[in-house]
C-alpha cells in the first residue's frame, strides 16, 4: 500500500455536487496510508460568480473538509501542500507571499532526514502568466529544503529541474499527467507518477501510463531524481523504458506511491 496519495486537482470539471461524489467515492476507494487531496481551478465554480468570490471552496469542502493545505509526515517524506487556486481568475493561479512563506515555514519545521515535497495545482514551471508568484516560491522553497514540487494542470506528465536564470532555485519540478479523465493532450495517455525514496537520499520516479490495449495502467518511463544539495548530475527528464518487458511491467498491487 502507498504511503501517501498526492491527488493536486482539478477533482471535476465543472465543481458540481455529482462530480465531487464520484470524485469523493472514487478516492475513498484507494489504498494509501494518507490521502492528500487539494482543489484545482475546476474545483470551485465558474458560472457562479457571487458564489465563486464569496465561498469559492464550499464545495470542495462539503466533501473534502475545511484543510485545503495539510501537511502529511510519514518516515522518508514530508508532504507540504500549497495552495494556488485564484478565484479571481479563470484559470490560472496566483501564490500569495503570505502563501510562500507558510509553505516555506512547514518545510522548515521539518526532522532532519526526510525528503521535502511541495504539492500544488498549477506547475512552477509553466508559463509566467499562469502561475503569479512562482519565481519567489522556487527561491523561498528550495531555500527551505523542498527537493520536489508536485504539480496537476497541465494534463502532460514531465520532470524537470529549475535551478539559475529566472527561478535562481534547485528543485524538481514534476507535473502529473492526467490520471483517468479523457481530458488528455495529444496522444499522451492518462498517467500517474510514483516516487519513493533510495538508499542514499536521492529518489525514484516512474510515470505509469494506461494502456488501452492491456486495459491496465503500465511503467512507461522511469528516472532517478538527485536530490542531495543541489546536485543533479545523473538524473533528467524521463526518460522513456528501454526494456519493453519492464515497459509492459503492470502496475504492482496498491496502486501509486506518493
Ligand atoms: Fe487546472
Known sequence: ???????????????????????????????????????GNHDIPLWAWWERLRRPYGRFQRHFGTDRCPVVDRAWVRVVAADSVAPRRHAGGHLSPREVARVAAALDEAQPGPLRIVALHHPLDGPSAELFGAQAACRRWAAAGARIVLSGHAHRASARWLTGGTHHAGLWAVTGGTAISRRTRGDEPPSVNLIGPLPDGDAWLQRWAFDAAGDAFTLRASTRLPCRGHDRRGGGCLSEAADTTTARQPMPAGGPAA
Open 1 to 39: 500500500m502507498p504511503d501517501v496519495v498526492v491527488v493536486t486537482g482539478d477533482l471535476t470539471q465543472r465543481a458540481t455536487a455529482p462530480q465531487f461524489d464520484a470524485a469523493w467515492r472514487f478516492l475513498g476507494s484507494l489504498p494509501a496510508g494518507q490521502l492528500l487531496v487539494q482543489p
